[in-house]
């Protein structure tokens, strides 16, 4: 689950201010008031806290709501909005559809989870990854040979967070898709996958190639509540960007 829940929740709020009645439909709730409720309940706030992030929210999207239109926007708000402003909605659609995802428990057997070690043990860390980040369907074969599919290999969530940093990396802010029009960000897993198999979004950063291999390379220690990899040699890599962790 995205480490802090504020942040999931500031990007749900802006979804439903910004797309309004279409966001309730295609989340499949009836009502605002049941979104309100179940998008609080994931992110552990009270009822109200998602309605009132969106109403935060309305005067930056265009919304029809007047919101806190006499109020000035607070800095994090406006950082959310000119972050996400110009997702399309079939765009942040998918980034929360996972987000949701991200926080469902499954309740695998015992047995399954051994299953699973036994063929992730197979590979190392580096070339795990490079399966999880590999362009076509072999990226998947741990899928095909584990039961528990949906928590140990589930590419829904580290693509949501592709589109949700447009394919930057979180430490340099390179982004190749902006020269050359192709997507060559990858997902590094925090906790080696290799040895948990956690493939939740606070488990993971976007990064460029350079600094994928550096990592695995140089293996720094990444201090969390600092946001930052830090190396033997002194040096320290802090996140550029920022939304999920």
């Known amino acids: 689950m995205i480490a802090d829940s504020s942040k999931k929740a500031s990007i749900f709020a802006y979804y439903l201010s910004k797309f309004d009645r279409d966001a309730i439909r295609e989340l499949g709730y009836n009502t605002f008031n049941e979104a309100f409720q179940e998008l609080s309940r994931i992110v552990g706030k009270d009822n109200n806290y998602i309605k009132l992030r969106r109403d935060e929210f309305d005067p930056l999207t265009g919304s029809h709501r007047l919101g806190w239109h006499k109020r000035n926007p ?122 948990t198999a956690n493939n939740n979004a606070s488990n993971i950063l976007i990064v460029c190639p350079d600094h994928h291999r550096i990592i695995h390379k140089a293996k720094p220690v990444f201090k969390r509540e600092l946001l930052r990899f830090e190396y033997e040699n002194g040096k320290n890599d802090e996140l550029m960007y920022n939304f999920h962790l």
């Open 74 to 195: 607070a800095p994090a708000v406006v950082t959310f909005h000119n972050g996400l402003k110009n997702y399309t909605f079939e765009e942040m659609t998918q980034i929360v559809q996972a987000l949701i995802l991200d926080t469902q428990e499954f309740i695998v057997p015992q047995q399954e989870i051994v299953q699973a070690q036994k063929i992730v043990c197979n590979f190392s860390e580096e070339e795990l990854e490079m399966l999880i980040n590999g362009r076509d369907s072999s990226s998947k074969i741990i899928q095909h040979q584990a039961l528990v599919k949906s928590r140990v290999f589930d590419p829904r969530i580290p693509n949501s967070l592709k589109k949700l940093y447009e394919c930057r990396c979180q430490i340099c802010g390179a982004r190749a898709i902006e020269m050359y029009n192709v997507d060559i960000s990858e997902a590094h897993h925090i906790e080696h996958f290799s040895k």
